[in-house]
């Protein structure tokens, strides 16, 4: 989710027992690299392990005591931070201080029954934040340009998510029907499957999914795809979704068994739905802010309002 094109990589990977860093909420680039274990070769994931061990240390050395502590050579560890997508040691480097820096104290801490509001306030909250730092940190804007150059164009424009994912699609549908472009949100596998098969080139299709490997999200992004159709998929890199994508704008947040991690998570992608919507807004021009504050003005006769989303 940085700057770079994140390399596709399996996100079953098995979890790396230090998913904190004294206390604090994990960055987004170590789940990254944690996700992506399986597929570095075997050089390359002594230096991912190094690296997840002691992060803070990470940030603090230099290349060379870096290799030494993964018992490889510095080419290596070279290697390694391209194999992310980071041109080198120090681009890889200054973004995992970024991640450190952002993370709020006692994030990771799971709300208790003893929790007192406050304690319930600062945990939820914190969590929240950091969510929302580390995908202002590390969300792909060479992606989210290419995402808007798709919309700008595309004659129908249609959202499918399931579970968790489907209230998203739903709230961007809501968001996006203001653009003039006709537009749908579908939740059932079987309906976005049909409506998938009927697609066309021209139309564009929003695949959302928190996880990346439902497969009927992933039949349905197929089925777009063979029509001509562009796909855009909010998900995590590596995933068999991911994989479908016409423009993939990876989100790849950390997943473990609290059952309030989902919570947060979405958050984080209905701020991209927010992005994409308004980028669009403004990147239809002048004309189009006109047609909606007259449609404001019109609805203010019965006392409606428009809801904009760009004032």
């Known amino acids: 989710m940085h700057g770079k094109t994140v390399t596709q990589a399996r996100c079953n990977a098995p979890r790396n027992p230090c998913s904190t860093i004294a206390g604090r909420l994990t960055p987004v680039l170590l789940d990254s690299i944690r996700t992506q274990l399986d597929s570095l070769s075997k050089s390359e994931k002594k230096v991912a392990l190094a690296v997840l061990d ?28 391209r194999t992310l997508g980071y041109d080198g040691w120090h681009e890889f480097k200054l973004k995992l201080a ?20 406050a304690d319930l306030v600062n945990k939820i909250c914190s969590r929240s934040i950091n969510t929302l730092l580390d995908l202002r940190n590390n969300l792909n804007p060479e992606a989210v340009q290419r995402a808007l150059d798709i919309l700008s164009r595309a004659k129908k424009i249609e959202f499918y998510g399931q579970g968790t994912s489907g209230i998203v699609a739903t709230d961007a549908q809501h968001k996006f029907f203001r653009s ?17 098969s009927l697609l066309h080139a021209g139309d564009a299709v929003v695949a959302i999914s928190q996880r990346g490997n439902n497969s009927a999200l992933v039949r349905s992004a197929k089925l777009a795809r063979r029509g001509g159709a562009d796909v855009i998929v909010l998900a995590p890199s590596g995933t068999p979704l991911a994989d479908m994508a016409t423009v993939l704008i990876p989100i790849d947040l950390v997943f473990n068994i609290d059952p309030y991690t989902p919570i947060s998570a979405r958050l984080a992608y209905l701020v991209v739905i927010d992005v994409l919507a308004v980028g669009l807004a403004l990147q239809r021009g002048p004309e189009f802010r006109k047609k909606m504050q007259n449609a404001q003005k019109a609805l203010q006769e019965f006392d409606m309002q428009f809801d904009s989303f760009i004032g």
Do not use: M, W
């Not at 803070?56 to 005591?65: E, K, L, M």
């Not at 970024?98 to 509001?117: F, R, V, Y």
């Open 54 to 81: 002691q992060p803070s240390a990470t940030v603090s050395q230099n290349i060379t005591a870096l290799a030494k502590s993964a018992q490889v050579s510095e080419p290596t560890v070279v290697r390694f931070c």
């Open 98 to 117: 970024q991640g450190l820096a952002l993370a709020l104290p006692g994030a990771n801490e799971q709300p208790t029954q003893d929790d007192l509001a």
């Open 180 to 196: 003039g472009v006709p537009t749908v949100a579908y939740a059932d596998p079987a309906i976005h499957s049909i409506a998938a």
